[in-house]
């Protein structure tokens, strides 16, 4: 009996079921165990018909979902127009007197395709109430009618709105998924474009690395019940045939060494995309750059739903983060 060597000395591994650990909640159990209820898109990159339709979709249903969880954090929420997008003030109802000058600049994750219109701000939400801060949240465009830079563009008009008006060191960028690859971007561009850099910088479960170079894509292949599998279209639909390796649209792979702000880098152990933000943390950090990250037990990516302690353990780290930073600032 001969057995085929794995490719390039890798290490081949027999078919095994993963069990549902018991070192995390009930509730993360639970999440683990019926993963997220959005099948990934199966749809060819010229079928531009078909990507609305799958995105109309996945809109529709963010939008019931994201507004019910909001109820238990309520805010106002105000349209402020940019040139081509729109950009949403979230002002919650535990807004704190201290906390008045500074913000939050919210940039929606959802695979670069979905989670825009006022679900970006129901996404931001919760974070406002529980900072007790004012929040920006950016409905960027996206594609399949504008992809890279054309989204990157909006965020950027966006932070050039708010430091007319707040102290840059007074707002901190936040952005998971594929939210936090645009956060970097935009931070890296307005850096290069002469703009000051923001006070803090959040970057949750970070989709940092299009050229999935990553050891997880691999290892954490179809254990991450959220993500699956590397094998989405979605990132070729936003490059639009730009160079993944551009730092605009792969940040890791950016010069941290002209600056970027204090950075917390949060991710899990079953998160397809915990390499990219181990791999974003440590090119922080050789460019001496102020950067925390924590890594959860079993979390996917994006989390547990936000329905378990373990999501509201991550946002009470994030919102310590912001605070202390902006404190400082």
């Given at each position: 009996m001969t057995t085929s060597q794995p490719p390039q000395g890798g290490v081949a591994i027999p078919a095994r079921t993963i069990?549902?650990?018991?070192?995390?909640?009930?509730?993360?159990?639970?999440f683990l165990s019926r993963g997220l209820q959005i099948s990934p898109p199966e749809i060819a990159l010229d079928d531009l018909a078909g990507w609305r339709a799958y995105i109309a979709q996945v809109e529709s249903y963010l939008a019931g979902t994201t507004q019910a969880k909001v109820q238990a954090y309520p805010a106002e929420i105000t349209e402020h127009?940019?040139?081509?997008?729109s950009l949403y003030e979230v002002t919650p109802e535990t807004l704190s007197p201290s906390q008045g000058e500074k913000i939050i600049f919210y940039i929606h994750g959802g695979a670069f395709i979905v989670g825009g219109g006022r679900t970006a701000a129901y996404a931001g939400q919760p974070l406002a109430s529980v900072a007790a801060m004012r929040l920006f949240a950016i409905d960027y465009r996206m594609p399949p009618n504008h992809p890279f830079p054309t989204g990157l563009d909006d965020v950027v008009e966006a932070y050039q709105f708010l430091i007319e008006r707040f102290s840059p060191e007074r707002i901190a960028f936040h952005g998971s998924s594929a939210g936090a690859n645009i956060a970097a971007a935009c931070i890296l561009k307005a850096r290069d474009m002469g703009l000051p850099l923001p006070g803090a910088c959040v970057l949750h479960t970070a989709a940092v690395d299009l050229t999935q170079s990553g050891d997880t894509f691999e290892t954490n292949a179809l254990i991450d019940v959220v993500l699956r599998t590397s094998d989405n279209p979605a990132l070729q639909l936003y490059a639009g045939g730009?160079?993944?390796?551009?730092?605009?649209?792969?940040?890791?792979?950016?010069?941290?060494?002209?600056?970027?702000?204090?950075?917390?880098?949060?991710?899990?152990?079953?998160?397809?995309?915990?390499?990219?933000?181990?791999?974003?943390?440590?090119?922080?950090?050789?460019?001496?750059?102020?950067?925390?990250?924590?890594v959860f037990e079993a979390m996917p990516h994006?989390?547990?739903?936000?329905?378990?302690?373990?999501?509201?353990?991550?946002?009470?780290?994030?919102?310590?983060?912001?605070?202390?930073?902006?404190r400082m600032g």
């Open positions: 069990p549902t650990p018991h070192s995390v909640s009930a509730e993360a159990q639970a127009r940019l040139s081509a997008a730009h160079d993944t390796r551009d730092p605009l649209l792969s940040p890791v792979f950016g010069d941290f060494s002209k600056g970027f702000p204090p950075t917390i880098l949060l991710s899990g152990t079953r998160d397809l995309l915990l390499s990219s933000t181990v791999m974003m943390h440590r090119a922080l950090r050789r460019a001496g750059i102020e950067a925390d990250l924590h994006g989390g547990f739903g936000n329905a378990a302690p373990e999501d509201q353990e991550l946002l009470a780290e994030t919102v310590r983060f912001i605070h202390k930073q902006l």
